[in-house]
């Protein structure tokens, strides 16, 4: 699941670091010094670090935010722009990075602007050089929308806006120029420093000494101090001594006169020697070695083992292979390991690139994106068909890996104008996108769809239910409306009596939002509870039940309610699936409340709010926190409850859409923040919900769920 904290318990959600940091102190000074305390204006509120590919851009910023992050109370987020594919993505990126569920249908960049006005944060843009435009008009938008935010961005280019102060990146120096005696006789450099440890990495007897350092700064000059070849060359010191590797660089590498001679690929010479370096590593494999790096390329934000079986195999490469090749990539730094997932794996940009282009020299690129359209289309299918088992936790950890993936993959379903194809990716992806917290990625591919005239069947009735579900989550219950009524026709029209049912949830749950109490009971009560399934239907089918629920809990049938919720948490129970037995138990909760027993309240609202946050659902964990604090309060603990509901308002914020725009939810918000004053009078209140938004999203789940006695 998505991090929101860094060390020390900060909100935030820098990667931990997974290889040392080598040099770079005058940059990191620099950095600290420019990363300090803003007056909250426009100067110097963007760092770009420009340098070319493979020069460190960003391991340094992110060392650099690490040391920054004390002075960021909302946090340092970093957001990676290399999984990209389209343009328009940047803000949808930067909404995932900090975990803003964002329920709104309003355009991402006010939603960030609304969210970011009153917060004190560092936002990192990580390899912005392919979305340049995008990335300049965010930042033009937000500086002056958000005083107290600071941007640090990495591009091979800067991003063009006046108040962006750039920060040249160059290679790593060889040798220490500062030293007495100038560059020759001063110590080893961060490029000497770096090739040192990276060499004992990859051969445990290797020893940087009086033999070695002249050869090893040899290799270190060759390749002009750019950190990812040194990192690539120092790698193959497994499988070659360090005189071998200098003969074989300088074999490879031509001078610098002899590329500009050439005219070899345009762009600074430093970018051509990375890309010499890289090709160099790549004439080093073996022919199957250099075809699965090309092939791997196809992947976007990591892969797992399975998936590189599934997509890469194929003529000389079989499946069977791939593993063992993987590791022979891993081992000469080609292919590395996630940064927090040991079973995943990903390729730099440069690395990706460079294979990229030997994918589209051999002919085999649409193929591959093709099934890598295809394994991540029946991957989704298969989470559709599951949904509503006891896999359902796993396939939610897995929607969440591979999010960049199934973004690629829905891309190019849309790209190749196969219509049958893109609904059917469409409706499986909005389904899950839509239960584990990607509304705006829902919504993007389903309206997409939808607007096309796709032909009627099970796949049309999936994708208008789930596009109907994304609009009642925002609070958009006009389109809400509306997509129901086309989701009733058509499930009406395919003549599946379960796709029936499962349409009264998007038509009942609008009028419950509504306040239409009466008008929800009669569509919600006259869908048949027929035996439930085990795929998206089935969920529906359960979310049916859950609506008809609070439909009788609002209109003070609490009896009623608690023998629906029942049936439904007890069938969720059988089934082994979280998602809608989590909300049983958030409205159970409610029940007791309205029941006379906070006691029973507060055991029932932790259970949901564990469960909601194993899934993702920052909507469920938000209401059943509401919930939460009304049972703390009426146990007597009105201090908790203070913090409880200020933990909560923090993560509806991040919704964008209060209580779901629900009368009857808002209601019994305000009271129970009326009540908690009346307790504890309004200094102390204060005082206690000022705690509570001081909390970050990790930590005010672990307060929520602790068994405090008396509660």
Same mark, same amino acid.
């Given at each position: ?7 020390g ?10 290889? #040392?940091? @080598? ?7 620099r950095?600290e ?7 909250? %204006? ?12 493979? @020069? ?6 992110l ?14 987020w ?11 993505l ?13 329920? #709104?249908?309003?355009?991402?960049t ?6 970011l ?13 392919h ?6 008009? *965010? ?6 929308? =958000? ?17 962006? *102060? ?11 120029a ?17 090739f ?5 990495e990859?051969? #445990? ?17 060759? !390749?002009?101090?750019?950190? !990812?070849?040194?990192?690539l ?7 070659l ?11 490879r590498?031509?001078?610098?006169l ?25 004439e ?6 250099r ?35 993987l ?11 996630h ?6 794996f990903?390729l ?6 460079f ?18 359209l ?48 893109? *609904? ?5 992806? %909005? ?24 032909a009627?069947?099970?796949?049309l009735?999936?994708a ?12 958009? !219950?006009?389109?809400?409306?509306r ?43 006259a ?11 089935g969920?529906?089918q ?12 609002l ?14 948490? =007890? ?46 659902s920052t !909507?469920?964990?938000?209401h ?5 604090a #009304? ?8 201090q908790r409850a203070?913090r409880?509901?200020?933990v ?14 629900s ?7 305000? =009271?129970?923040e ?14 206690a ?18 068994? @405090?006695r008396?509660?």
């Amino acid at each position: 699941m998505p991090q929101n904290t860094t060390a020390g318990g900060r909100p935030g959600n820098l990667p931990p670091e997974t290889r #040392s940091f @080598v040099g770079r102190r005058r940059e990191l000074a620099r950095l600290e010094e420019l990363l300090g305390p803003t007056d909250g %204006g426009n100067g110097r509120r963007l760092v770009t670090l420009v340098g070319t590919g493979g @020069v460190g851009k960003t391991r340094l910023a992110l060392s650099a935010a690490r040391r920054a992050s004390h002075r960021y109370p909302d946090g340092v987020w970093f957001v990676e722009l290399s999984p990209l594919r389209a343009q328009g993505l940047v803000g949808f990126a930067v909404v995932e990075a900090l975990r803003l569920a964002d329920r #709104s249908t309003s355009p991402v960049t006010e939603v960030l602007a609304d969210w970011l006005a009153d917060k004190e944060a560092l936002i990192v843009l990580d390899s912005c050089e392919h979305v340049l435009p995008d990335c300049a008009d *965010l930042v033009r938008a937000l500086l002056p929308a =958000a005083p107290g935010v600071r941007f640090l961005a990495t591009s091979r280019e800067h991003l063009g806006p006046s108040c962006e *102060l750039r920060v040249e990146i160059d290679p790593l120096p060889v040798q220490d120029a500062e030293a007495p005696g100038g560059q020759g006789a001063g110590r080893p450099g961060d490029a000497l420093d770096l090739f040192a440890q990276r060499a004992a990495e990859a051969c #445990s007897g290797f020893v940087l000494d009086e033999d070695s350092a002249g050869p090893a700064a040899a290799v270190c000059r060759r !390749l002009d101090g750019i950190p !990812l070849a040194i990192e690539l060359a120092a790698a193959r010191l497994g499988e070659l001594s360090l005189g071998e590797l200098d003969e074989r660089l300088g074999e490879r590498l031509p001078s610098p006169l002899d590329l500009l001679a050439a005219g070899l690929d345009e762009g600074p010479l430093r970018h051509r020697t990375l890309r010499t370096a890289i090709g160099w590593s790549h004439e080093l494999c073996a022919p199957v070695e250099r075809l699965l790096w090309a092939r791997l390329s196809v992947f976007t934000g990591g892969f797992d083992l399975a998936a590189a079986e599934d997509v890469c195999s194929g003529g000389p490469l079989p499946a069977g292979r791939i593993a063992a090749l993987l590791e022979r990539l891993v081992e000469q730094s080609i292919v590395l390991r996630h940064r927090t997932d040991a079973r995943r794996f990903q390729l730099l940009d440069s690395v990706r690139d460079f294979g990229g282009d030997w994918l589209r020299a051999l002919g085999e690129e649409r193929t591959l994106r093709l099934r890598h359209l295809d394994h991540y289309r029946n991957l989704a299918r298969g989470g559709c068909t599951e949904w509503n088992t006891g896999r359902q936790l796993s396939w939610c950890e897995r929607v969440i890996a591979e999010h960049a993936n199934l973004r690629t993959a829905m891309d190019c379903a849309l790209s190749e104008r196969d219509g049958p194809t893109a *609904l059917r990716t469409a409706a499986d992806m %909005g389904f899950l996108w839509r239960h584990c917290g990607y509304l705006r990625d829902a919504r993007h591919c389903l309206d997409q769809v939808l607007t096309a005239d796709p032909a009627p069947g099970p796949d049309l009735v999936q994708a208008l239910w789930a596009r109907a579900a994304v609009a009642l989550l925002q609070g958009d !219950l006009d389109s809400a409306e509306r997509w129901a009524a086309v989701c009733t026709a058509a499930a009406v029209e395919q003549g599946d009596a379960v796709a029936v049912v499962g349409a009264a949830y998007v038509t009942g749950g609008h009028l419950l939002l509504r306040g239409r109490l009466g008008e929800a009971l009669v569509v919600l009560a006259a869908a048949d509870p027929l035996p439930v399934r085990d795929d998206w239907l089935g969920s529906a089918q359960l979310q049916v039940r859950l609506a008809l629920s609070m439909t009788h809990l609002l209109r003070g049938e609490p009896a009623v309610a608690r023998a629906v919720a029942d049936e439904v948490r =007890a069938e969720s129970t059988r089934r082994g699936e979280r998602w809608a037995g989590a909300f049983a138990d958030c409205f159970l909760a409610h029940i007791d409340l309205a029941e006379g027993d906070p006691a029973a309240a507060a055991r029932n609202a932790r259970t949901a709010v564990v469960a909601h946050s194993l899934l993702n659902s920052t !909507l469920g964990v938000a209401h059943t926190l509401d919930i939460l604090a #009304s049972a703390v309060v009426a146990t007597g603990d009105g201090q908790r409850a203070a913090r409880l509901l200020a933990v909560g308002q923090r993560i509806w914020e991040r919704l964008g859409s209060a209580q779901l725009q629900s009368p009857d939810l808002m209601s019994a918000r305000r =009271a129970c923040e009326d009540l908690v004053r009346a307790k504890i009078g309004t200094e102390a209140y204060t005082r206690a919900y000022a705690e509570g938004l001081a909390m970050s999203y990790e930590r005010g789940i672990a307060y929520a769920v602790e068994d @405090v006695r008396g509660d």
